[in-house]
């Protein structure tokens, strides 16, 4: 029966690497169907590699490097001013690439350093994987070796590219908030400090063994620690609230509330939603670690939120200003994807449903009437969006949250609705997180303002940053 | 020799064009242009934030034609560019010094 399995997982791992990756996880499904392997926490006496996992999380990485660019960077850049399109777009592809290397060289191991450990390392991973050590191939004794992760099933290398993706993603979102008057050089340094300082100890701390990780021996201190499945404190409340401290401490862009500052392009924002949709497949039903029933049930999860939370932001928009709009529709669709993010493999489908709709009012209401109110100039909603709509999430996932799913084989109850106390770690989770984006994202920002500046000079904003930082315009018809 | 410039309707161009060829005019210039006049503009809103569209896009046509042709050519553009609804566009009417076939130099009427 094992063999078997095994066997049919080759064959699906096999067509996965010929399909597109658009269409594989359907095809992963199938082998999820077959069982696979159980709980993605489960730790293993000898890691054994399970080629239809490796293949799943393979495909699910490069879904998740998808959301950045193009994903991303097109719903970003459709919604700034035609001046500052490229601007917007280098950030996003920039990123990719710087991100990449930091992960390599020192993130992945502050992160998950020592992370199988008994007892893990408290604040910050270990050196353990400085520079891809033990993670990496390797020539031992007399055959090649690629490790496999200790308590998954799974190449290292398989989870931190994974991981790293994410890693890519974060700072990326923050993007959306300095949007059009950012500094490139500044933005450089400051993705690489906030990713060491801010993501990194967020990540440990979540998913590393840390003190905020559910069922942790660390996480005394924080009520037994939270849960959060793909990443709604990690990414999305700290990309979302660091960015309205960016959105702060820089300040309004030039002309903001006199001039007109419509989005340039809604096409490339449609289309960016529809690949971040896509790619939320990889980042959520990919979080489970392994392509059994409990990524079937994120990716369920995931799809309803998105759909209810899209429909409920156009809803909103038909009923208070008589259209219905396709940038709502969008804006609602990732606020669903938002708020699913840290309940994906942890609720069912209905509870998904609900939390989608509860998101698409929320977020509707904190990126016209919350924002219209305080006057801060978030361009592109980064925090109406992922700070409003991760914080709403990972407090949702502490009343929605069942064992039904089968996150963790204990049988432990989870959401206040079947009579968990997991909610309280949620708000300590929120909290942290909130506190720790605010504090990091300030003090970098006020150090870099002294010793390079935040801003562009007025003239280059006024010229665009397409111009005035790369050289380059976006659209030369001759 | 008259310049003729008109503001029309985006999908009235075929209409127009294929109009004033019929009556011999034999080329014309086409831009894409923004403004406004009694039609105004309207609002659109993007997340909340409203914004007043001022220049609303047009379709301008240039056409120049000889003193004689200059009636038939305008009722035929108002003819095919009318709607009756606000925001039928204009037409100005401007005397033209000369015109220059560049392949060949010629001036004047035969020019155009």
Not at chain 1, 199 to 227: D, E, F, K, R
Not at chain 1, 339 to 352: K, L, S
Not at chain 2, 49 to 61: H, L, M, Q, R
Not at chain 2, 83 to 89: A, E, I, K, P, R
């Amino acid at each position: 029966m094992k063999i078997g399995t095994t066997l049919r997982n080759g064959i699906v791992a096999g067509m996965l690497a010929g399909v597109m990756a658009v269409l594989a996880p359907a095809t992963a499904l199938q082998a999820a169907e077959n069982e696979g392997s159980a709980a993605a926490s489960t730790t293993a006496a000898t890691p054994t590699l399970n080629t239809g996992d490796n293949a799943w999380m393979l495909t699910s990485s490069a879904l998740v490097l998808m959301m950045t660019a193009p994903g991303l960077a097109l719903f970003y850049s459709g919604l700034v001013r035609k001046k500052n399109v490229l601007g917007v777009m280098m950030q996003c592809v920039f990123l990719m690439c710087l991100m990449t290397v930091v992960w390599a060289l020192w993130g992945y191991t502050l992160s998950f350093g020592g992370d199988t450990f008994d007892p893990p390392p408290k604040w910050l991973g270990n050196h353990s994987h400085l520079w891809m050590n033990g993670v990496q191939a390797a020539w031992e004794n007399g055959k090649a070796v690629i490790p496999v992760h200790p308590a998954l099933t799974i190449n290292r290398l398989t989870h931190m590219l994974f991981q790293g993706m994410f890693f890519i993603i974060t700072p990326a979102l923050i993007c959306g908030a300095f949007a059009e008057r950012m500094k490139f050089s500044t933005m450089v340094v400051f993705s690489v400090l906030w990713g060491t300082l801010v993501y990194c100890p967020l990540c440990h701390a979540v998913w590393g063994g840390g003190i905020l990780q559910y069922g942790s021996t660390n996480a005394g201190i924080c009520g037994g620690g939270a849960l959060d499945f793909a990443g709604g404190t990690v990414v999305h409340i700290s990309s979302g609230v660091s960015a309205l401290v960016c959105a702060l401490v820089l300040g309004k862009r030039l002309g903001y509330g006199s001039e007109p500052m419509p989005p340039h392009n809604l096409t490339y924002t449609a289309v960016g939603a529809a690949m971040l949709w896509v790619g939320w497949f990889g980042f959520n039903a990919g979080s489970a670690l392994n392509a059994g029933g409990l990524a079937a049930s994120a990716f369920c999860a995931t799809h309803f939120a998105a759909a209810a939370g899209g429909l409920t932001w156009a809803a909103m928009e038909w009923i208070t200003r008589g259209k219905p709009s396709i940038l709502g529709t969008c804006s609602g669709v990732v606020a669903g994807l938002v708020c699913i993010t840290p309940a994906a493999g942890f609720v069912t489908a209905m509870p998904a449903l609900l939390m989608g709709v509860a998101v698409g009012v929320v977020c509707f209401l904190a990126c016209t009437t919350l924002k219209a109110r305080f006057r801060y100039d978030d361009s592109l909603d980064a925090f109406g969006v992922h700070g409003v709509g991760g914080t709403l999430g990972a407090l949702l996932t502490g009343v929605f949250a069942t064992r039904a799913t089968g996150a963790f084989s204990d049988g432990k109850l989870l959401g206040l609705l079947e009579g968990g106390k997991v909610l309280t770690a949620q708000f300590i989770a929120v909290a942290v997180t909130w506190a720790l984006a605010i504090v990091a994202t300030f003090a970098i920002l006020k150090v870099l303002d002294a010793v390079m500046g935040l801003r562009v000079s007025q003239s280059a904003e006024i010229e665009g940053l397409d111009l005035s930082q790369h050289g380059e315009e976006g659209y030369i018809f001759i | 020799m008259k310049k003729i410039e008109a503001i029309i309707r985006h999908f009235k161009l075929e209409e127009v064009k294929n109009a004033l060829t019929e009556h011999g005019v034999t080329g014309m210039t086409i831009t894409e242009v923004r403004g406004f006049g009694r039609q105004k503009g309207h609002t659109e809103m993007y997340r909340g934030t409203e914004y007043e569209v001022d220049f609303v896009p047009k379709i301008k046509i240039e056409v120049v034609v000889p003193d004689t042709k200059l009636q038939l050519a305008l009722d035929t553009i108002i003819r095919s560019a009318q709607t009756g609804q606000v925001g039928d566009g204009k037409i100005f009417v401007t005397d033209l010094t000369e015109a220059i076939r560049i392949r060949t130099g010629e001036s004047g009427e035969t020019a155009i």
